[in-house]
């Protein structure tokens, strides 16, 4: 991190009283005071950086904790919904994963009517507590057919599921696709094929942040 810190006027007088004392007068002033001047104003220097670091940290620190406060209360509300929905919470470090049951049927990526309530009831979650948050739809298939397929399809699936997120009210700005296809580490078991065979695979998590990322930023799907 970056940060500018301003001299003080003592530090900016010192060095130019030191400066004209080397200049003027050098042989008047003994080696061991001019070094322990010198020391000196080092010393106030030093805690001149300190301070506006600490200043830095401070701010950011508030920052960040504003973040976390306004994520926790997003988690406790969608935690809420598992009494009427089989979601699962997992609170990360500056985000939110919601495992939500909105699942495909084989080889598709139309948005089941079953799964509607869960992405209604969300954005109404987002709406009302954070509205700017960052929100990513993650795509994922079953093993069935080549893994360029499935990254395509899981895709689909994360762009439907943002489309209609839209619908309902959350703005497209703050909302991402991407595709893990048919991602070993992220599969929920090995079942696959048509039918309901596999179709805890087929389907999209959604994963908050607590800030938006820059403008055109791409996504990678590295995990």
């Given at each position: 991190m970056n940060v500018k810190v301003s001299m003080s006027r003592s530090a900016l007088a010192g060095s130019a009283?030191?400066?004209?004392?080397?200049?003027?007068?050098?042989?008047?002033?003994?080696?061991?005071e001019l070094s322990a001047q010198l020391a000196e104003l080092r010393a106030e220097m030093r805690d001149e950086y300190q301070q506006g670091d600490q200043r830095v940290a401070t701010d950011l620190g508030g920052?960040?904790?504003?973040?976390?406060?306004?994520?926790?209360?997003?988690?406790?509300?969608?935690?809420?919904?598992?009494?009427?929905?089989?979601?699962?919470?997992?609170r990360l470090e500056g985000a939110i994963r919601f495992n939500a049951p909105v699942f495909f049927t084989f080889d598709d990526a139309t948005i089941r009517p079953e799964d509607q309530a869960v992405l209604d009831r969300f954005a109404d979650v987002i709406e009302s507590y954070y509205p700017e948050v960052a929100i990513t739809a993650e795509g994922f298939t079953d093993s069935s057919g080549s893994a360029a397929y499935n990254k395509a399809l899981g895709k689909r699936r994360a762009d439907a599921v943002v489309a209609y997120l839209a619908t309902q009210g959350l703005d497209q700005g703050?909302?991402?696709?991407?595709?893990?296809?048919?991602?070993?580490?992220?599969?929920?078991?090995?079942?696959?094929g048509p039918g309901e065979a596999g179709v805890r695979n087929r389907r999209v998590v959604l994963v908050i942040d607590g800030t938006l990322p820059p403008a055109n930023t791409e996504l990678t799907t590295n995990n």
């Open positions: 009283a030191l400066m004209m004392l080397v200049s003027t007068g050098c042989a008047r002033v003994k080696p061991d920052r960040i904790d504003a973040v976390d406060s306004r994520l926790d209360a997003v988690a406790d509300e969608l935690n809420a919904l598992s009494d009427e929905f089989d979601v699962t919470v997992t703050q909302l991402r696709a991407v595709s893990y296809g048919e991602m070993t580490e992220r599969m929920m078991d090995e079942q696959r």
